[in-house]
């Protein structure tokens, strides 16, 4: 999946060091259960990707986000009901690549990919209320909040709750970011 500035691709082993780069900074996981990551916690991150890739049906996809061939970042389609046909989306961005519309980009990317690859009748991500730059990014991939899952995930210092988005099948064909890529 490509555009003029970004590549979504597969990882492959050695992306490990460049994934350590923002991974092991505290900044990038402050809202997340995960991190900062030690080196073998980022080389067990790409690990559990490249098994992955090997997995069928496959239920989970994180792909590399790239810029001129530099990991940036992470993005993660993941199908947790296949019966309902619900998947999640998730992205995690190198700080000195916030604010260029990256993360906004990849969701996009994302949303197409679970409901063109894998025809999903909802797919939907979460945040933490605090992080309102993933909010914006969820809003401006064109997905609806729903609400609040309160104390839902467990981090170091305490629980958190997490905003809930979604976007439907129906509402991603009706957007710009589809019709564009149907060549409307």
């Known amino acids: 999946m490509e555009s003029n500035f970004i590549k979504l691709r597969e990882f492959q082993e050695q992306d490990w060091q460049e994934v350590h780069r923002y991974a092991s900074n505290p900044v990038v996981s402050q809202y997340q259960p995960w991190g900062p990551n030690t080196e073998e916690e980022t080389k067990a991150f790409i690990a559990d990707c ?3 890739q090997e997995t069928f049906p496959r239920k989970r996809c994180v792909f590399a986000i790239t810029s001129q061939e530099k990991v940036i970042g992470a993005g993660e389609f993941q199908i947790n009901d296949f019966t309902n046909e619900e998947g999640e989306i998730g992205f995690v961005v ?3 690549y916030w604010g260029k519309g990256i993360a906004s980009e990849t969701a996009k990317k994302l949303l197409q990919f679970g409901f063109c690859e894998f025809q999903m009748h909802r797919i939907f ?3 933490d209320p605090r ?3 993933s ?3 969820l809003k401006k991939a064109g997905m609806k909040q729903e609400g609040l899952l309160r104390e839902n995930i467990k981090l170091k210092s305490g629980w958190r709750d997490s905003l809930i988005f979604s ?3 129906k509402e991603w064909e009706a957007s710009e970011d589809f019709k564009k890529q149907q060549g409307f």
């Open 50 to 52: 490249l098994t992955d």
């Open 125 to 127: 991500a979460t945040c």
């Open 94 to 96: 190198h700080p000195d």
């Open 167 to 169: 976007m439907l099948k």
């Open 135 to 137: 909010a914006r990014v």
């Open 131 to 133: 992080n309102l730059a």
